[in-house]
């Protein structure tokens, strides 16, 4: 009755049940195993014929088959994502799949023949095939060389992790004395503390003091006061320039003014650290407005005295009353806005700078003296620090066999060869001479500087 129900279902054409060949159920190597349980369409005839044979053979038979439909029906199930039996719409989908899987494969065999038809073509000669070889017993042959060396590697290895284990051991055992040596170190610091801190206290006012004193020493304040230099055609003192040159070079009146101040101031200086005093002259730096007083003594008491203005030893007279003698004020500046002649404007100016050469002349001569006096050993030459700038005419050597000397000779109203006097000079030779004043006074600024340097070494 199943069988004939089968038969029917199968001839339907309203149903979607499709019976599939054994070449599209089993693949070709299970299809041996399967043979026996799978029943020819022979038999599948004869058993249709034999539907209502009521033999027990016959239901046998009948049950045999049912069973191995659902056996077939398990197999694709197993095989595909599809449960089966099926539908005609999803055998459509099914071989729609199973023909792009066949086109696949179809492209992939046609790949492999390819490849194998360029293997065959290619093949590899003897000689070829040895080099091969050969490479290949070489690359094993430094396979087992490498494999022998990291075997060598590992058991260095091993003992260097031993011997590291070992280490970090003896390093925890010196951390912990350590640790012991810091805490006994700390308490013999605080028992320290309070004197270390009474002598660091003490060493640290020491060097302070000590530095403190050896920058002192060092300390030039002469040079610090009074910087003496150039600008181009022009001396300069503190930065001031001294001189005038024709326009576009002209310089102030109140720029030259306050260099003849800062000059003046200079001398004074020099002299009073030299222990030096000016024969016939005084000079009262004020700045911008610095003047020379000049002293006149009467001829009859001039005939009397020695050229220290004290009575002379060899005159043979007793002293007579000291007289007061005539002092004279001279400007050592000028307004520069009188309309007049160039020597009546300057003329003030004039006798205040040719008393400033004679004072210079002065302690000149006196640092020349001194510096005679002295032993060879200890004569010392400033002419380092004099400036090397300007014209060389008239000028002497710093340093002779005798002693020290100007750099510039002074005669009256004349230094270098050069006249001091602004009316009777050209602004450039007046601006030399100017130049070559403020170089004698660096020269006694050196000399100055050297001698309290010496005595500092002395004392010290």
């Known amino acids: 009755m199943a069988t004939t129900t089968k038969a029917g279902l199968k001839d339907n054409p309203a149903m979607s049940f499709v019976m599939l060949t054994d070449s599209q159920v089993v693949p070709p190597q299970s299809a041996a195993d399967d043979k026996e349980e799978i029943a020819s369409p022979k038999s599948l005839k004869e058993t249709n014929g034999h539907a209502y044979d009521t033999s027990p053979e016959s239901k046998q ?17 197993a095989r595909s994502d599809i449960d089966h039996p099926v539908c005609s719409e999803c055998t459509e989908l099914l071989l729609g799949q199973l ?24 093949v590899p000669t003897q000689s070829e095939i040895s080099k091969a070889q050969l490479s290949l017993a070489e ?26 284990a070992t280490l970090e051991a003896e390093s925890l055992s010196l951390d912990e004395e350590e640790e012991a040596f810091w805490r006994s170190r700390n308490a013999f610091a605080l028992k320290l503390n309070s004197l270390q801190n009474g002598r660091d206290a003490l060493n640290a006012a020491y060097d ?14 002469y040079n610090d006061t009074f910087c003496i230099g150039h600008d181009g055609y022009f001396g300069t003192i503190n930065g001031l320039r001294l001189g005038r ?15 003849w101040g800062t000059a003046a101031l200079l001398l004074a200086i020099v002299a009073e650290k030299l222990g030096f005093t000016f024969r016939g002259y005084k000079i009262r730096p004020m700045g911008s ?23 002379s030893a060899n005159s043979g007279i007793s002293p007579q009353p ?26 003030h100016l004039d006798q205040g700078m040719v008393a400033f050469l004679e004072c210079l002349r002065q302690l000149g001569e006196f640092v020349e003296t001194r510096s005679t006096a002295m032993p060879s050993g200890r004569a010392m030459s400033p002419s380092s620090n004099s400036p090397r700038t300007g014209d060389t005419g008239g000028r002497e050597s710093p340093a002779s066999a005798g002693g020290l000397k100007l750099p510039y000779a002074i005669h009256k109203d004349k230094i270098g060869d050069e006249s ?11 601006t030399r001479a100017c130049k070559y004043a403020l170089t004698c006074c660096k020269f006694l600024l050196a000399h100055a500087s050297n001698v309290g340097s010496d005595e500092r070494r002395r004392t010290g």
């Open 61 to 77: 038979t009948l049950s045999h088959q049912v069973e191995s439909t659902t056996r077939l029906f398990e197999i694709f199930s």
């Open 99 to 122: 023909q792009n899987r066949l086109i696949t494969s179809t492209k992939e065999r046609d790949a492999y023949i390819s490849f194998l038809k360029t293997l065959n073509n290619s």
């Open 139 to 164: 690359a094993k042959t430094a396979e087992d060389k490498a494999f022998s060396e990291l075997l060598n590697l590992e058991k260095e290895k091993a003992a260097l992790d031993d011997e590291v």
């Open 208 to 221: 302070h003091d000590t530095k403190q004193l050896e920058r002192l020493q060092r300390t030039n304040v």
């Open 245 to 259: 040159l024709p326009p576009p070079q002209n310089v102030d009146w109140s720029e030259i003014n306050a260099a």
């Open 289 to 311: 407005t610095s003047k020379i007083e000049k002293f006149d003594y009467p001829s009859s008491t001039s005939r009397h005295l020695g050229s220290g203005g004290t009575p």
């Open 322 to 347: 000291k007289q007061q003698p005539k002092v004279t004020t001279l400007d050592l500046f000028s307004s520069g806005d009188l309309p007049l002649g160039r020597m009546l404007l300057h003329r």
């Open 420 to 430: 001091i006097k602004l009316g009777v000079s050209s602004d450039e030779a007046w």
